[in-house]
């Protein structure tokens, strides 16, 4: 049989570079795309020299031309973090845009499959708690979070389109908080953030009250959840993530204790249209993938604790 071929868009990104890993090590033939605003080598570096890993390094909001055969379209890229979206705002609706029609019409062309990283962005401030992919979200279309948020919704509907129009063979997953190794312990997030500000003394930010809640997956889980979706027949939106929810304070508190800093909690203003809870209802998922988290926050912290501590000063 011969091996297929995957192009990951995004693939030297936090989750697109653990994908990349992933299908390495199941035989297929992998083509990382990626413009490197956000993402970096060194996630990839790792795989340069493997003969079934290629990087491209190309912009996907300008056309894609690729030869030869793909069997699959991972669309990955995008800024991901609320920090790096809010500095490349345009970016990340071109990416969203442009970037999903180029990865539609390349998919289209070499009669691929195709599947897009949406977000739990796209309930917005959630009114519905936890949030099943039934529900239509509540996002502001005008506010500071609005080009991650619109994007990936428009990125959705694109999708939809080509599978109504074109017969295209498409799945959505939306992504809830993923952590693990990799993230760039500058991004924003909240997981870099109080890991690195508690490896290194610092106060460690809390926004608002802390009250706000997130429900955080592990990298390798989400990823094995990604795998078992491109392998199905779904084409319509599911959700991906842990369902164990924490308020932001319950996390800081974790973070200081698992690292036992000297670290003290601040606290600092909220940022506008922070989604005041987030779980993601993963029924879907184990039904028709039969797939759920397997790693507790516990467990996943304490591996990314040690991955910052030992990468932290390169990082920094
Ligand atoms: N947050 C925080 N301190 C930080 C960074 C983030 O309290 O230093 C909060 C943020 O306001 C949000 C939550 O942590 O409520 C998750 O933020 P993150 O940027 O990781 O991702 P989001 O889920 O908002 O996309």
């Given at each position: 049989m011969p091996k297929k071929t995957v192009l990951i868009t995004g693939g030297a990104g936090f989750i697109g570079s653990h994908l990349c890993d992933n299908l390495i090590a199941r035989d297929f033939k992998v083509i990382c795309m990626d413009n490197l605003i956000t993402g970096t080598r060194d996630n990839i570096r790792h795989l340069l020299?493997?003969?079934?890993f290629r990087f491209v390094q190309h912009d996907i909001a300008r056309p894609i031309k690729l030869k030869g055969k793909i069997d699959h379209v991972l669309h990955f890229a995008s800024p991901a973090s609320p920090q790096d979206y809010l500095r490349f705002p345009i970016e990340t609706l071109k990416v969203g845009s442009l970037g999903t029609h180029n990865a539609l019409g390349l998919s289209k062309e070499k009669k691929a499959k195709f599947l897009v990283a949406s977000t739990?962005?796209?309930?917005?401030?959630?009114?519905?708690?936890?949030?099943?992919?039934?529900y239509w979200g509540n996002v502001?279309?005008?506010?500071?979070r609005s080009c991650y948020d619109e994007a990936k919704r428009f990125s959705e509907a694109l999708t939809m389109a080509y599978h109504r129009s074109h017969k295209l063979d498409t799945r959505i997953v939306r992504i809830f908080n993923t952590y693990g190794?990799?993230?760039?312990?500058?991004?924003?997030?909240v997981v870099p953030n109080f890991i690195y500000q508690a490896l290194t003394g610092k106060p460690i930010t809390v926004y608002g009250k802390g009250s706000q809640t997130r429900s955080f997956c592990y990298v390798s889980d989400l990823v094995e959840g990604i795998y078992k979706l491109m392998l199905s027949s779904e084409h319509g939106p599911v959700n991906l993530g842990n369902p164990d929810e924490f308020t932001i304070l319950e996390f800081a508190k974790m973070v200081t204790c698992f690292t036992r800093t000297s670290s003290k909690i601040v606290y600092k203003p909220l940022p506008q249209d922070d989604p005041r809870q987030r779980r993601p209802d993963i029924s879907k998922a184990k039904r028709i993938l039969k797939w759920s988290p397997k790693i507790s926050l516990k467990d996943g912290l304490q591996k990314t604790i040690e991955w910052f501590k030992i990468n932290h000063s390169r990082l920094e």
């Open positions: 020299k493997d003969k079934n739990s962005e796209i309930y917005g401030d959630p009114l519905e708690h936890p949030q099943k992919e039934t502001n279309s005008v506010g500071i190794p990799r993230m760039r312990i500058n991004d924003g997030r």
